[in-house]
């Protein structure tokens, strides 16, 4: 599975046939080399937030729109803390390629957090990874963005089931 910085990924180009396995296995790549980068960085798990959703999301647009109510609200307990963000989801480009970005509640990219998958008419496997640092205690949400090169791209929760992470660590 090729990765990026450690973190497996799963590429456009890669089989959909062996779906199943292939993100059951990439979910337990994706969750041990999070806890071996949290041991190396000597960061602690402080909470987890968890939410799913099995709604389909579909936009035409070429700037970024919200996906509706993909969304993920953490209360860090401490100024200091950081925050990993998880989005797994099924992607489903076509026409064109399909972009991703986790931003803040006030449409912030936040850097280095954004995805794409290659418009072939198939269902993808999606995984969008990043690590913000909200330096506030107060209520927190970040959301799913997306948007389309051309033609549509969909978020298919009704084909895998939509999962937003967010997990507190201590740095």
Known sequence: ??????????EST??????????QSLAQEV???LASKLAAADQTFVQFVRDTDSSDRTTTSTSFVDA??????ITPTSATNA??????????PSGGTGYFQWTDSSNNAISGAEGLIEGQDTTNPTLVLAYATPATTSATTYKIRFRASAGTNRIR?????TQLIAIEVNP
């Open 83 to 92: 925050v990993w963000l998880l989005a797994y989801f099924t992607a489903a």
């Open 31 to 33: 969750s041990d080399q």
């Open 1 to 10: 599975m090729p990765d990026i910085n450690g973190i497996p990924y799963v």
């Open 68 to 73: 509706t109510s993909l969304d993920i609200t």
């Open 157 to 161: 929760g009704s084909v895998t089931t």
């Open 14 to 23: 890669d089989l959909v046939s062996g779906y199943p396995s292939v993100s």
